[in-house]
Every structure is written in C-alpha cells, then in structure tokens.
C-alpha cells in the first residue's frame, strides 16, 4: 500500500494548509492537492487585521505565504492538479485527478467558495474588461478612474475602502436601504468623501465592446431606469461584484451530505461519510473567516487521525 496515503487535503486555502500542516506535524504521510495557486479567498485580500497573532500589516498573501512555509518545513506534500472525479465508498478512497490518480485512508475537502456573479447580460463578457470580483487583484488598473461596488457587506465594503487609494470616486451599489457591513466598517465607509452610497439599486446590464463603457440601472423602490456611461474622456469604468460566493462543491454531490450546496458535517468536521471531513468556507457554518477555517482545518485532520488509528493497521502506514 505504498502508493496510499494517510491524509490528502484538497484545497490550499487558510482551511487546507492548516489541515495539512495539522497532517504533517502528526507524522501523517500529507498530500495537499490546488488546483490552482494556493491562498483561496483571502488572497486577494489587501489587509487581514483580524487573524489573531499575525504580523503587523499583514496582508492575505503573506498569512499564505507563511502557512505554505509551515506546511513544508512539517514535510506536507503538494502537487497541482485538478480533481474530477472521487469514489469515497471503499475504505481506501480515490481521487482522480487531470494529471493522476490518488488513494488515501482519509481526506479533507477544502474547496472553499468563489465568487458569485449577478448572471446579468454583459457580465461574463466584460470579466476582466472592466468588471472584476477581486479589489486587491484589479484596484490598481482603475487609477483615476470612477469604479462601482456592488454589495453592502463586509466584503463590499471593505474593498470600496481599498478601491479609494487608486479610484478618484466609489459609489457602492447597494439593493436595499442599508449595510450590512459591520458597524466599524459601515462607519469607515460613509465617512469618506471619495465614497458615496446609492441605495435601492441594482445593475440590470453591462455594456460595452472591448471594455465596460456603460451599465443600465434600476431603482427597486421606485421602479426607475437610467443609464451610466462612461466619462467621455476616461472612456471607462469599474464593476467590482461582491454579492457573496458560491461554495465549490459540484464534485461532491451525490457523494456527501449537501445542504444548499455547502458540505453538512458534524461539530468535528465529519461528513456523512466516514473517513471525509470538510473544512472551510465549502462547508454549513457561521463564520467564513481565516480563522475559522483554520480551526477547521485543525480539527479535521486530528479527527482523521484518530479515524485511522482506530480503522487501519501499523504496517498499512506509509514509507
């Protein structure tokens, strides 16, 4: 059984480097699986003040950086491949993969959550021409320019804040009468004079060739119409979406226990199946924050580590 392995963690995020960090420093044979680059969400995050213990100014890149570092300094093993297909009902579990196939006693899903889009005409053809879901990834291409935030959460929020230090205006789109946001953030918001709030309103359309020149808007109060285009001599503008995500889960379906498309599991990460535990944001909890996720992440792998010891032999462990 050489080629089994005690642990496979997929996904890199906050909640999968913790689970395999956990993994590794128990002596566990860890494999951490991305399918892309490591971080998740919070990569694209500018500033993370609330992870309890990091460096000063930390942003999401550097909290990830140094989790990557921790992982591997334990031994975790990592590859890059994208998992299409799994078969969790034999006692060795199998993955498989684009590039290989992989078998282990025990995994952790930790596929985080994307994005969600508004799925209104001219969005997905404008991605990356003008509208964009990451502040931290994009604020700078707006440099002088006039952006719009779509949302009234923390999120929405806390980008609009960032957006500030490039765009010469930010106007926040939100659908209802109020913000969600934390009242801090609430407060740092509307107290800045390039940040200005339209209540009541949504984005009907995006509009443009090459890049977003003009968006149709709609007052949901009163049922009003009207039309933003683009400053003539800018000859664009920002979107920048932040309705919440949608949890990356598809694979799973069928295969664990969905609750609106989030993974359901008990208080110590356990799915409905044995030997699979969930960790972060792709599961049914409170709290999407780094910190939970790492809890998370923590507690799965200290539950897979007993399921082990308790499921499989001595002489089953890897070399």
């Not at 994307?114 to 707006?142: H, Q, W």
């Not at 923390?154 to 659908?175: P, W, Y």
């Amino acid at each position: 059984m050489s080629d089994v392995y005690d642990l496979i963690v997929i996904g890199a995020g906050p909640g999968g480097l913790s689970a395999g960090l956990y993994g590794a420093r128990a002596k566990m044979n860890t494999l951490i699986i991305e399918k892309d680059r490591a971080g998740g969400q919070i990569f694209t995050t500018n500033e993370v003040a609330n992870y309890p213990g990091s460096i000063r100014n930390a942003s999401g890149p550097s909290l990830i950086a140094r989790m990557e570092e921790q992982c591997e300094e334990f031994g975790a093993k990592r590859v890059k491949d994208t998992i299409e297909e799994v078969e969790f009902d034999d006692k060795i579990k199998v993955l498989k993969g684009k590039k290989e196939e992989y078998r282990a006693k025990a995994v952790v899903i930790a596929t985080g959550a994307s994005p969600r889009m508004l799925n209104i005409p001219g969005e997905k053809e404008l991605k990356g021409k003008g509208v964009s879901y990451c502040a931290t990834c994009d604020g700078e291409f707006f440099t002088d320019l006039e952006v719009f935030v779509v949302g009234g959460g923390n999120s929405a929020c806390e980008e609009a804040m960032f957006l500030t230090k490039f765009a010469r205006k930010v106007t926040i789109l939100s659908r209802s009468n109020h913000l969600t946001a934390a009242k801090s953030v609430q407060a740092k918001v509307l107290d800045h004079d390039k940040v200005e709030v339209k209540w009541n309103m949504e984005i009907t359309e995006l509009k443009g060739d090459k890049r977003l020149e003009a968006m149709t808007l709609r007052n949901l109060e009163t049922g009003e119409i009207t039309e933003y285009e683009a400053d003539k001599e800018d000859g664009t503008f920002g979107v920048f979406i932040f309705v919440g995500f949608a949890p990356q889960t598809k694979l799973f379906d069928g295969k664990v226990e969905l609750e609106r498309g989030y993974i359901l599991t008990s208080p110590n990460m356990e799915t409905n199946v044995e030997g699979i535990y969930a960790a972060g944001d792709c599961r049914v909890k409170v709290l999407r924050q780094v910190v939970s996720a790492c809890g998370d992440g923590a507690t799965a792998t200290v539950m897979a580590e007993k399921y082990i010891e308790n499921n499989f032999d001595k002489e089953c462990s890897l070399v």
